[in-house]
């Protein structure tokens, strides 16, 4: 779910130094304005994600009376070369204790993603096919879809033309629309279009409206928090809404803690359906 860029600041005293400092700045800013919207997208998924990460989630899950249900979670994830692994366990509450799910994140275009779910109630794990991945993850407004990247390719990209920079938490970001390339993309992620909210300074996506491709509904994305943890900007609190005709039907609020990086007990030997099955 899908789901970060060291900065580094240099205080300089000198008059002069200051002086060629801001020109470059200036200078800067005017290649970010000329920076097309592909490139801009290239950026965000060229960006430090980390690696050997381990983290504790809690989601929960609001329904359109405002109920909630509470889930606690613990994630793993892995960059092996150019793909991602990524495992959960679902710890509590009881009803889904157990409950795994697997993914391996693929950077070829040509490769699918491969996605298992483990229901420890039917001792089975399910694979998810590429038709099912616009379903909803374990009753939440996330996507099997949106716990993948999106690949560059099967997209375009392009400034919005209503608004193409926008003020998102007193942070600049470039407003992009982005529209699959193919009536597969479409089925896979269920998504008609999405417009896309780029912080300029870290090229994060920090929110986005996808329109929802059967039934008319929009599904907001908001980052609500997000803390910069061992020079890698890190989602600490994801809100995703779903609308229609201005009505919350549903929302789910996903909180992280706990995040580490480089944890050398994070290996290729984790991530498989034996672990899944097995649990932690």
Request: proline share 2%; glycine share 6%.
């Given at each position: 779910?899908?789901i970060?860029r060291?900065?580094k600041?240099t205080?300089?005293a000198?008059f002069p130094v200051?002086?060629l400092a801001?020109?470059?700045?200036?200078v800067?800013?005017?290649g970010a304005?000329?920076?097309t919207?592909?490139?801009v997208m290239?950026?965000?998924?060229?960006?430090?994600?980390?690696?050997?990460?381990t983290?504790?989630?809690?989601m929960?899950?609001?329904?359109r009376?405002?109920?909630?249900?509470?889930?606690?979670?613990r994630?793993f994830?892995?960059d092996?070369?150019?793909?991602t692994?990524?495992?959960m366990f679902?710890?509590?509450?009881?009803?889904?204790t157990?409950t795994g799910f697997l993914t391996?994140?693929y950077?070829?275009a040509a490769?699918?993603?491969?996605?298992?779910?483990y229901l420890?109630?039917l001792?089975k794990?399910?694979?998810?096919?590429?038709s099912?991945?616009?379903g909803?993850?374990?009753?939440?407004?996330?996507t099997?879809a949106?716990?993948?990247r999106?690949?560059l390719?099967?997209?375009?990209y392009?400034f919005?033309?209503?608004q193409?920079v926008?003020t998102v938490y007193?942070?600049?970001?470039?407003v992009?629309?982005?529209?699959p390339?193919?009536?597969?993309v479409i089925e896979?992620t269920?998504?008609?279009?999405?417009?896309l909210?780029?912080?300029q300074?870290?090229?994060?996506?920090?929110?986005?409206?996808?329109?929802?491709?059967k039934?008319?509904d929009?599904?907001?994305?908001d980052?609500?928090?997000m803390?910069?943890?061992d020079n890698?900007?890190?989602?600490?609190?994801?809100?995703m809404?779903r609308k229609?005709?201005?009505?919350?039907i549903?929302q789910?609020i996903?909180t992280l803690?706990t995040?580490?990086?480089n944890?050398?007990t994070?290996?290729?030997s984790?991530f498989?359906?034996?672990?899944?099955e097995?649990?932690?």
């Amino acid at each position: 779910m899908d789901i970060s860029r060291t900065f580094k600041r240099t205080l300089l005293a000198s008059f002069p130094v200051l002086l060629l400092a801001g020109l470059l700045a200036v200078v800067a800013t005017a290649g970010a304005e000329e920076m097309t919207a592909r490139a801009v997208m290239e950026k965000v998924d060229a960006r430090d994600d980390g690696d050997r990460s381990t983290a504790d989630m809690t989601m929960v899950l609001i329904d359109r009376h405002g109920k909630q249900r509470s889930r606690s979670i613990r994630s793993f994830s892995l960059d092996k070369a150019d793909d991602t692994y990524s495992l959960m366990f679902f710890l509590t509450p009881a009803d889904v204790t157990g409950t795994g799910f697997l993914t391996y994140d693929y950077k070829e275009a040509a490769r699918d993603d491969d996605q298992w779910l483990y229901l420890p109630a039917l001792k089975k794990t399910k694979r998810i096919a590429a038709s099912d991945k616009s379903g909803s993850f374990m009753g939440s407004d996330f996507t099997y879809a949106d716990m993948t990247r999106r690949r560059l390719d099967d997209y375009t990209y392009t400034f919005n033309k209503e608004q193409a920079v926008a003020t998102v938490y007193d942070q600049k970001t470039w407003v992009i629309g982005s529209l699959p390339r193919s009536p597969q993309v479409i089925e896979e992620t269920g998504y008609a279009k999405s417009i896309l909210f780029v912080r300029q300074d870290n090229f994060m996506v920090v929110r986005a409206i996808h329109f929802v491709d059967k039934g008319g509904d929009l599904k907001y994305f908001d980052v609500k928090k997000m803390a910069l943890i061992d020079n890698i900007w890190t989602n600490m609190e994801i809100n995703m809404t779903r609308k229609k005709g201005g009505n919350t039907i549903h929302q789910t609020i996903l909180t992280l803690a706990t995040v580490r990086y480089n944890q050398k007990t994070v290996d290729e030997s984790l991530f498989t359906i034996r672990t899944l099955e097995k649990g932690l």
